[in-house]
């Protein structure tokens, strides 16, 4: 079975641009999640899917961040503009659900490694 | 507010001993799920186990092991007999159980410890 995938898998670009990054879920997984991990810590939540609707976004920076799902299949989210501190790897992460509920583990990706300069 | 704690932000042993990480939770939830995970150097998030609140057996699985206990709300995981390829950062992670219908399980991650194991 193949894994979550993203790319890119690196990113460098300059404040105040803009910057995408994909994803495709473990074919079958009706949740999507989008995290941010910052340089030595967890990742954290930014936003959440259930096929194409969302369930959470509510630590999503809306005013530069979004994301969408159209087909309930793969993602994308966007940065625009980027500020310094956005530098981190984004992780998007996927699960499935079992007898009509979604498991609560999360399968992930590699990951897309952003630097802000 | 759910929190998860691990104190130990690096450990370095050598190949062959044994070592335990540790996790430290905060919840006000009485049925939630507990996870560990291992960050290799390739960046991706490999999911180890998930633990039940409400089922406190220790589970061991090859070389590692986990000991839930809820009266300390720790939930710590033993390698034995560490190899070099075990070095990774693993992440230590809490979700409520509000899934069903709504679908909302939501990670909240300590901040990892680093693992070294030396040949």
């Known amino acids: 079975e193949a894994g979550v995938a993203q790319s890119p898998r690196y990113k460098i670009i300059e404040k105040r641009q803009s910057v995408a990054f994909w994803c495709n879920p473990i074919?079958?997984?009706?949740?999507l999640y989008w995290y941010q991990q910052i340089l030595g810590q967890g990742p954290k939540l930014l936003i959440q899917?259930?096929?194409?609707?969302?369930?959470?976004d509510s630590q999503l920076p809306k005013d530069r961040f979004s994301a969408e799902r159209l087909k309930g299949v793969d993602s994308t989210l966007k940065i625009q503009p980027a500020k310094l501190e956005d530098s981190a790897v984004y992780l998007c992460?996927?699960?499935?659900?079992?007898?009509?509920?979604?498991?609560?583990?999360?399968?992930f990706g590699q990951g897309t490694r952003l630097t802000v300069v | 507010a759910q929190k998860v704690t691990q104190a130990q932000t690096e450990i370095s042993v050598v190949e062959k001993e044994d070592v335990t990480l540790d996790c430290v939770y905060e919840?006000?939830?009485?049925?939630?799920?507990l996870f560990w995970y291992k960050q290799p150097p390739s960046g991706e998030l490999v999911f180890l186990i998930r633990?039940?609140?409400?089922?406190?057996q220790n589970e061991i699985s090859g070389r590692y092991s986990w000991n839930f206990q809820k009266s300390t709300s720790s939930f710590n995981f033993t390698i034995t007999a560490s190899q070099v390829v075990d070095s990774a950062v693993y992440f230590c992670?809490?979700?409520?159980?509000?899934?069903?219908?709504?679908?909302?399980?939501?990670?909240?991650f300590g901040k990892g410890t680093l693992l070294t194991v030396n040949p």
């Open positions: 992460a996927s699960s499935f659900r079992f007898d009509g509920e979604s498991v609560p583990e999360a399968f």
């Open positions: 074919s079958g997984h009706a949740t």
């Open positions: 919840t006000r939830d009485t049925t939630y799920y």
């Open positions: 992670a809490l979700s409520d159980a509000k899934g069903g219908g709504g679908s909302n399980y939501k990670l909240t």
């Open positions: 899917f259930q096929n194409n609707g969302v369930v959470d």
């Open positions: 633990r039940n609140s409400f089922d406190e």
